[in-house]
């Protein structure tokens, strides 16, 4: 665009303020819309959301095969629309792949207080193994043992402690 056709600097930051506060009020939306599998957690706390503009909405799956993408798609495409952003796209990018990196802080917090035993931070940006101890959620013990890879959900792995003797979920890291 020429300097001829650019709308006055004034205009352009009002644009830019605007933009700014549709990703504030996108961001305000996604962050209450539960993930289907643990509603203790939002969209947005697992980093399922990657992507947030005034126009368009990424979101990248836990599992590429993952039963519940489409409707978390839906409840999105829901929530976004009731809230008066029918314009946002809903776009769905598998590459690069989900990691548990991206579960946020509050999100680790959500999950070990709903009694799932969120990865270490950094866990799979540093290639830990699966088999690493889980931190029991309920009476933070590392004396843990996976009872089986296969959890309530495919991204989770049941493990038992035997300080506590209960058992409980752990994020697979990936």
């Not at 830019?16 to 990703?23: K, L, Y």
């Not at 009694?115 to 029991?136: E, H, V």
Request: hydrophobic residues 40%; contains cysteine; proline residues 9%.
């Amino acid at each position: 665009m020429s300097a001829l056709h650019k709308p006055p600097a004034s205009r352009r930051s009002a644009m830019a303020h605007a933009g700014e506060t549709s990703v504030v009020k996108i961001r305000a939306i996604l962050a209450d819309i539960p993930d289907p599998e643990i509603p203790a957690v939002s969209v947005l706390d697992l980093g399922i959301v990657r992507e947030v503009t005034d126009d368009r909405v990424v979101i990248t799956p836990t599992y590429t095969g993952c039963p519940a993408t489409l409707y978390i798609e839906q409840a999105i495409r829901r929530a976004l629309d009731a809230n008066g952003f029918m314009h946002v796209r809903i776009e769905t990018a598998l590459s690069p792949p989900w990691s548990t990196d991206w579960i946020s802080d509050e999100g680790r917090e959500k999950l070990r207080a709903y009694g799932i035993a969120p990865p270490p931070k950094g866990a799979a940006a540093a290639s830990l193994k699966n088999d690493q101890r889980a931190q029991c959620p309920r009476c933070g013990s590392l004396n843990t043992v996976e009872v089986s890879r296969f959890g309530s959900t495919p991204c989770k792995a049941l493990w038992r402690c035997n300080a506590c003797v209960e058992p409980f979920d752990r994020f697979k890291c990936h």
